[in-house]
């Protein structure tokens, strides 16, 4: 009954699959959950009311119109429900959930949804695959839900494709897992450096990498999620700031380690995502540079931050994470990383996966263990790492640095 006490809304869009939202609301309620039910007009035409008001005993919303109930009730199911599940996501339901709109039981449940909102899509598969959907599962997920799915597989017309919604088990199995975390890191304060650095040639040009950000923000919005208290150090990405976060933007390396190291004493846990460049120019040019010839760059070394703050730290941070972004020998490389940077635990990465992408596969090293982890969405990933910290936190792998440097037994 591992859905205990948790409330959870589930609202159907007009398709096919609408049928398995029967089974998914079952299985809600079998897990322990207290279910209501939202639908559109045209989820109405595939399956009944009356069959989610049989189920759940209570009448299944559909209509923001009715004259027997009194208050709004989009405002007060987007209230109650510890979580909002969309199930089945039409390419038309999702689309209006973007852009806002809030013209029927669903969407306007939706807009005041307090808790956690999931989409399970199901759809033919070009309209999956359609830029407009893609585009709106992106804007969907970066302002904070979980899309689920969908898989490939057999869909309505017969044809095979990706397109098939997630099965009731599959989509219940994730908002349990997701649930199941909540305030875990209450009280805990977390500091992360997220994004590239851009390191100034000129005053329109500079060096700078591949990196989205969406990593370090990933991390962010889970230990949010999670009920600590975030600092994110970002340096310059495309991504919206993490509701409830302090955010601090920085554009070098240099500025960066200010920021770290005039806070770091502050914090239990300390994160370090960000692709931090190596090098910087020597000199940034006043005026931009004319082209000529062939032009040599001179370049110096950017602090270390992570190295830097393993070695000033002294009981705070408690845990202190590194990422490794490594083309060979992915785990020596972390156990190297772990040993040189003093750091508790580093998230290793194939330079092959991961940059630029919303997913990740990568290995996590600590003092005693390597777990390779298969590969995952970055919030799956951070949720995986929040973990790991919060096990930290309670059983320190680091001896005190003063009895480290003595060499002290035990
Ligand atoms: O040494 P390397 O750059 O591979 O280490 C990567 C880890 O160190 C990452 O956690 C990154 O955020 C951090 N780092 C840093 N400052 C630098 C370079 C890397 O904090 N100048």
């Not at 852009?99 to 598969?125: I, K, W, Y």
Request: aromatic share 4%; hydrophobic share 45%; with cysteine.
């Amino acid at each position: 009954m591992s859905l205990q006490g948790k409330r959870i809304v589930v609202g159907l869009g007009g398709g096919i699959a609408a049928f398995k939202a029967v089974q998914l609301v079952r299985e809600l309620m079998r897990r322990g959950a207290e279910v209501r039910v939202v639908m559109t007009e045209a989820a109405g035409r595939f399956v009944g009311p009356i069959t989610f008001a049989g189920l759940t005993g209570k009448p299944a919303v559909t209509d923001l119109w009715a004259e027997d109930y009194a208050g709004e009730v989009h405002v007060e199911l987007g209230e109650w429900a510890d979580a909002i599940v969309i199930a089945p996501a039409t390419m038309n339901l999702m689309a209006r959930a973007t852009s806002g709109q809030a013209n029927d039981a669903v969407l306007a449940t939706l807009a005041c949804a307090r808790g956690e909102v999931f989409f399970a899509p199901a759809m033919h598969h070009r309209m999956w695959s359609h830029p407009a959907t893609q585009l709106n599962v992106r804007l969907l997920t970066e302002r904070g839900a979980v899309v689920l799915g969908p898989v490939t597989g057999p869909l309505a017309n017969g044809e095979v494709g990706e397109g098939r919604m997630l099965e009731p088990d599959d989509i219940a199995d994730a908002v349990e897992s997701r649930l199941a975390h909540t305030d875990d890191l209450k009280g805990t304060r977390v500091l992360i450096t997220a994004g590239p650095t851009h390191e100034d040639l000129d005053p329109v040009r500079y060096l700078g990498n591949r990196s989205s950000g969406r990593m370090g923000y990933a991390i962010a919005a889970q230990a949010l999620r999670r009920g600590a208290e975030v600092t994110l150090v970002t340096g310059p990405v495309q991504l919206p700031a993490p509701t409830g976060a302090e955010v601090v933007s920085v554009r070098s390396a240099q500025q960066m380690h200010e920021a770290v190291m005039s806070r770091f004493d502050r914090f239990d846990v300390a994160i370090m995502a960000a692709a931090v460049a190596d090098y910087r120019p020597a000199q940034r040019a006043t005026h931009k540079i004319k082209k000529g010839g062939g032009l040599k760059l001179e370049l110096v070394r950017n602090p270390d931050i992570l190295a830097d703050l393993g070695a000033k730290r002294g009981s705070q941070p408690s845990v202190l994470v590194g990422f490794a972004l490594e083309t060979e020998n992915l785990e020596q490389a972390a156990r190297d990383k772990l040993e040189q940077k003093s750091a508790d635990l580093i998230v290793a990465n194939e330079a092959s996966s991961g940059l630029g992408q919303d997913t990740n596969r990568a290995t996590l090293v600590d003092a005693s263990s390597a777990s390779p982890l298969p590969e995952m969405s970055k919030r799956a990933l951070a949720d995986q790492i929040l973990d790991r910290v919060r096990a930290l936190l309670k059983h320190p792998s680091r001896k005190p640095r003063h009895e480290a440097e003595r060499g002290a037994p035990n």
